[in-house]
């Protein structure tokens, strides 16, 4: 968001420049006139750096407040105590155990890091590449595979991802740490000897992060 932001100011700044220009092609040797096109250049300069930081600034606190007034609502409304599990198989997710139940399913984007071990399946080569949003994870600059659409599910053993050519499995026992954002969630996943990062877009993060806690542990 940052970038194209940025572009947008570049290009209406740089427009009224040379539309300034144009109309006093008379006065080009004017002092005063260096003078404007230094102050307008400095105004630019001014624009270009701080605007599109404070909107992406704004908006990360909107949607921060978003989610916890929302996160609270669900609280009132129970909680992980209001989820009603069914079986895995009925989603026919693959290799599901007769046992296994799903907590919680959502769609969103995903994103998995350029060359991570273990994720050929999620992480194709004519994947689109790219970063995810400055609002949705402010902080993650990373250049990532992009897999539109996807289906998520948290069961009582895995999370379990899902779309077109796409079969992504990663069980409790692999997933280390993960990071609550304001759009999303970034999880690190590996083995013994690496580890790899993505992240999925979640309506509210909060919720998926209570409902993941709560099938790890349980």
Known sequence: MIYAL???????FLGGMLWFIYQDLDNLNQPWFMHALGMITVAFAFFWLLIPM?????RIRRRRAQNAERHRKWLAE????????????????????PDEQIFFHEKGTL???LGAPGFDSAAHQDRPTGRPSD?????????????????????SRRM???????????PFTELGKYTV??????FEAGGAMSTASFAFTFQNPLVAADILRFAKNG
């Open 181 to 186: 954002m304001p759009g999303g969630m970034v």
């Open 111 to 113: 994103y998995v890091g």
């Open 6 to 12: 940025r572009k947008l100011i570049a290009f209406v």
């Open 135 to 155: 609002v949705a994870f402010p902080g993650f600059r990373r250049n990532c595979h992009i897999c539109q659409r996807t289906h998520c599910y948290i069961t």
């Open 54 to 58: 404070v909107v992406v600034c704004v």
């Open 160 to 170: 379990v991802f899902e779309g077109k050519d796409l079969e992504l499995d990663v």
């Open 78 to 97: 129970g909680g992980v105590e209001s989820i009603r599990p069914r079986p895995a198989k009925s989603a026919r997710i693959a290799a599901a155990e």
